[in-house]
Each structure stands twice: as structure tokens, then as C-alpha cells.
């Protein structure tokens, strides 16, 4: 089950009024406003956004040919998950953005994605 994804942003503040203002019309709201010194040594500070108990997640897992995604659609497939998109050209992203969707066992959105100008074929 995921229950978090961590981003590395440049600039926090920009960042934070950034997703409020666009994660609004979504419904999705900030969450959590955690400084990092209350944790372990070297603790990031986190600054966190959800909704709906925060299920709106969609991973996109990079894969470095169309067999992978392939492959990781099948596993996925066999192991419980939710046709969400089977393999093949996402043309209306670009003809050479190769993906298969599904959603895991609890309903998160995850993709397999080649791109062919990120990765030889």
C-alpha cells in the first residue's frame, strides 16, 4: 500500500502556495506541516497535500524498454491489480510515450512508462 511520495522542491514556500492554489479545485488540501527537527538527525521538513483520506496518489514508475512495461503490467496483472490502461502508445501524450495503468489492490493509480526520447528502445 503507498501511503506517501516524497518530492525534493528548490524553494518550500513557492512550492507550498503553489500546490495549495493548484490542488485546490481538486479538492486536495494541505495536510501536514511537519518541522523536520522533531525527527531523527537530518530530517527534511515535510509539507503534506491529500484528500479523500488522501487516496488521490498516481506513481508513474520509469521503465527502460516496452518489454519492462510490458512485464511490470503483467506482474501487476497476476498479483491482484485493476486494468486501468493495458500496454501500448499514449498517443495523445506522444507517440513515443509507451504505458500501461493500473490500480493496486487498494485502488492507488500506478503507471509503467517508457519514453523513447528518455530511454533507448
Known sequence: MLDHIFL??????????FYEQVLAPLGVTARL???????????????GFGANGGRAVHVG????SKAEVDAAYAAAMD????????PGARLHYDPDYYAANVLDPD???????CKKWQHAQ
Open 8 to 17: 525534493s522542491v528548490s524553494d518550500v514556500p513557492r512550492a507550498v502556495r
Open 107 to 113: 485502488g492507488y493509480s500506478l503507471e509503467f512508462v
Open 79 to 86: 498479483h491482484g491489480a485493476v486494468d486501468n490502461g493495458a
Open 61 to 64: 514508475f520509469v521503465a527502460n
Open 33 to 47: 506541516d511537519y518541522d523536520g527537527k522533531d525527527g531523527p538527525p537530518g530530517h527534511p521538513d515535510l509539507k
